[in-house]
């Protein structure tokens, strides 16, 4: 499972960094993924990170403000410039994956770890 943490109320213009440690696993053997729901939306990927953090693939509308990053056992999400279209139930979650994965694409399936969702509300 993944302890989360770094979510809330947040003004617009600000940033912040959402965190998912691994709890019971290594996360090392793992890629990285998050997505994000909001409000009467679907479920939307923002992006994924390969196992050795040497690749990295964005949603088209994540490319320039996101930011994913990984240490040893945490996965990380940062996120500048934020407006109310962001406010949304944010979600980690980790792949079982080869070393030297060139990401192209993030996986739409085969997850086997998911957060349980960071709450994220963008308002002044």
């Known amino acids: 499972q993944f302890v989360e943490s770094g979510g809330g109320l947040v003004q617009p213009g600000g940033s912040l960094r959402l965190s998912c440690a691994a709890s019971?696993?290594?996360?090392?053997?793992?890629?990285i993924a998050w997505f994000r729901q909001a409000p009467g939306k679907e479920r939307e990927g923002v992006g994924c990170m390969s196992r050795d953090g040497g690749s990295t693939n964005y949603a088209h509308s994540a490319k320039g403000r996101f930011t994913i990053f990984r240490d040893t056992n945490t996965a990380y999400l940062r996120v500048n410039s934020l407006t109310s279209e962001d406010t949304a139930v944010y979600y980690c979650?980790?792949?079982?994956?080869?070393?030297?994965?060139?990401?192209?694409?993030?996986?739409?399936?085969?997850?086997?770890?998911w957060g349980k969702g960071i709450q994220v509300t963008v308002s002044s």
């Open positions: 019971g696993f290594t996360l090392d053997y793992y890629g």
């Open positions: 979650a980790a792949w079982p994956s080869d070393p030297g994965m060139v990401l192209r694409s993030c996986p739409t399936a085969a997850y086997t770890y």
